[in-house]
């Protein structure tokens, strides 16, 4: 029966370390499903099962635990990076400035909280736990992961920094929903006026594609070219299909306008209204029952020489004869503008000649077995750079050692820069939603099972006999104090629409257990678009100013 003690506890055993794994996770990611009041853990419940088996002695060799857990660390924050990438700049335009000040702003007040906490305590807590703690009480992993690399900078052989998360965690998760509940009924919220306030803002349909049909009335047109009345309207717009006398055909640059003529416009919606009185009056038309030989179909980008390139540069009107009315990405269209950068992944709404039409399919690509291809060169690329680039030391006067992105903060900076501008040195970004969550849970379910397995054997000791019962007092003061106090000036003093502030709220935790309960209880998609606006660049800070602190305070 040799075989299998040594499965269960030869530590080096390759079969060993992979039934290890496989079980803890396995179970793991089960246990995760389970709600308690609605709430349940997911994926981080594959660390509490680390602890369990970690704690009856199972466990893997240590270097390999510390390979396993880097790596996995890495793979979770490059796909982040990616993820977040192009939407990271573009997320401080307009309201977005105001809301990503405000999770800016929570942050802040987090990490303030700990390190009061840490001062007060007068040495009898150690800083590296109490980053643990608040990491846990901000329910964000990869913060952790980027903490426990920059320990390894420092030598760091204390108590494993995953016991403050664990014992935060849990607490953490409904502090946050609790801090959302408690902002509703302090501000007497009523769902109907936020509603109706939200339905008077939609801030967001100026960015969705406007279609109508517009009949020419207007004589100070009639005998001008499109180009010409494109410069004197100073819109922009797509006229894809003009009827003059019966006949239906595609317009260029050089196309008369008659009075009379029917246009099919797509244009913004912010546009449509001055569009529509500067050429005559909206009309209905069926365009499908014309008697025409024109065609509209969207096409998918799939050729990686197109990637990057400007919708303007293609020429597609003048060159092939057809209108690109709008584009699809990730399932939003956007208004098709000649300085719109088009993407491996976007769907092209192309109006013209069945024969054109067809061309312009051949020059795009349009074969779908492409992108089930992983662009695995990107991928790996950029952790290659990622890598060198949180290996580069920092040198900041004042401090004994040099600071260092890390093995976390290295990929996730280089992921977010190809992720926006990758296309420039022709690197295909694009992957399918399921390939990147598929890496992404795979990655942090290695890491939490790493991070368990190591901290099993001392969870119990800390909590019981240790500070364990502290941490998690500690982690849920850090957890609702900066939430209701920003919660509470976002609401009374700039006026947020509570739906929205739903989102900014979880979003700045990064936590999709509160994203989730906010969706449920709000039935509309301010909550997403909330938490997405902030999601990018809280990331990033939450990875980045745990280390920095650990750097910064022991270094």
Same mark, same amino acid.
């Given at each position: 029966m040799d075989w299998i003690y040594n499965l269960l506890f030869e530590s080096s055993s390759v079969a060993h370390i992979v039934f290890l794994y496989a079980f803890v996770i396995s179970l793991g990611m089960l246990l995760g499903k389970i709600k308690v009041f609605g709430i349940s853990l997911g994926v981080t419940f594959v660390l509490f099962t680390g602890i369990f088996v970690g704690h009856f002695g199972l466990t893997a060799d240590t270097h390999i635990l510390h390979f396993i857990r880097e790596f996995g660390l890495i793979l979770f924050v490059y796909c982040i990076g990616l993820q977040v990438g192009p939407s990271f700049f573009t997320s401080f335009k307009q309201g977005g400035i105001r809301l990503n000040a405000l999770a800016v702003a929570i942050v802040v007040l987090n990490l303030i909280v700990a390190l009061s906490v840490y001062f007060l305590a007068n040495g009898r807590l150690q800083l590296p736990m109490i980053i643990g703690v608040l990491y846990g009480a901000v329910t964000n992993t990869p913060g952790l992961g980027a903490a426990n690399e920059a320990l390894n900078q420092l030598n760091y052989s204390g108590d494993p920094i995953a016991l403050g998360y664990a014992c935060a965690y849990p607490l953490g998760v409904m502090?946050?929903? $609790?801090?959302?509940?408690?902002?509703?009924?302090?501000? +007497?919220?009523?769902?109907?006026?936020?509603? !109706?306030?939200?339905?008077?803002?939609?801030?967001?349909?100026?960015?969705?594609?406007?279609?109508? =049909?517009?009949?020419?009335?207007?004589? !100070?047109?009639?005998?001008?070219?499109?180009?010409?009345?494109?410069?004197?309207?100073?819109?922009?717009?797509?006229?894809?299909?003009? +009827?003059?006398?019966?006949?239906?055909?595609?317009?260029?640059?050089?196309?008369?306008?008659?009075? $009379?003529?029917?246009?099919?416009?797509?244009? =913004?919606?912010?546009?449509?209204? !001055?569009?529509?009185?500067?050429? $005559?009056?909206?009309?209905?038309?069926?365009?499908?029952?014309?008697? =025409?030989?024109?065609?509209?179909?969207?096409?998918?980008?799939?050729?990686?020489?197109?990637?990057?390139?400007?919708? $303007?540069?293609?020429?597609f009107n003048s060159v092939y004869g057809v209108n690109v009315t709008r584009v699809n990405r990730s399932g939003v269209d956007l208004f098709a503008n000649p300085n719109l950068v088009l993407q491996v992944g976007d769907r092209v709404m192309v109006v013209g000649q069945e024969d054109a039409v067809a061309r312009v399919t051949t020059v795009l690509g349009n074969q779908l077995k492409r992108l089930d291809t992983p662009n695995l060169v990107t991928i790996f690329v950029g952790i290659f750079m990622g890598i060198f680039l949180g290996s580069l030391p920092i040198f900041i006067p004042g401090m004994p050692t040099p600071v260092k992105l890390g093995l976390a903060g290295g990929p996730l900076v280089v992921a977010i820069l190809i992720g926006r501008f990758g296309h420039k040195l022709k690197l295909v970004t694009y992957t399918t939603m399921s390939a990147n969550l598929m890496l992404r849970e795979i990655g942090i379910a290695l890491f939490l099972a790493s991070v368990g397995i190591d901290a099993g054997a001392s969870f119990v000791n800390t909590v019981v006999h240790g500070d364990g019962l502290i941490y998690v007092g500690i982690g849920f003061l850090i957890t609702i104090i900066p939430l209701i106090l920003v919660g509470l000036v976002a609401r009374l003093y700039y006026k947020i629409n509570y739906f929205t502030l739903m989102g900014l709220m979880a979003g700045s935790y990064t936590d999709p257990p509160a994203l989730a309960y906010s969706n449920q209880v709000s039935g509309n998609d301010a909550p997403a678009v909330g938490y997405s606006t902030v999601y990018p660049l809280t990331m990033f800070l939450r990875i980045l100013t745990g280390q920095m602190v650990l750097l910064m305070m022991l270094g």
């Open positions: 502090g946050i929903i $609790g801090s959302i509940i408690l902002v509703r009924y302090v501000c +007497r919220v009523k769902f109907s006026k936020e509603e !109706a306030s939200l339905r008077e803002l939609d801030n967001e349909v100026h960015k969705q594609p406007h279609i109508m =049909t517009v009949e020419v009335r207007n004589e !100070a047109i009639v005998g001008k070219t499109l180009i010409q009345v494109k410069e004197f309207l100073a819109r922009q717009f797509v006229i894809s299909r003009i +009827r003059h006398d019966g006949h239906v055909s595609i317009p260029n640059q050089n196309t008369i306008f008659c009075l $009379g003529d029917q246009l099919y416009i797509v244009s =913004t919606e912010e546009d449509s209204e !001055a569009i529509t009185a500067f050429i $005559g009056r909206e009309i209905k038309m069926d365009w499908e029952k014309q008697d =025409t030989p024109l065609v509209s179909r969207r096409i998918l980008v799939t050729k990686a020489n197109v990637n990057g390139r400007k919708l $303007g540069s293609m020429h």
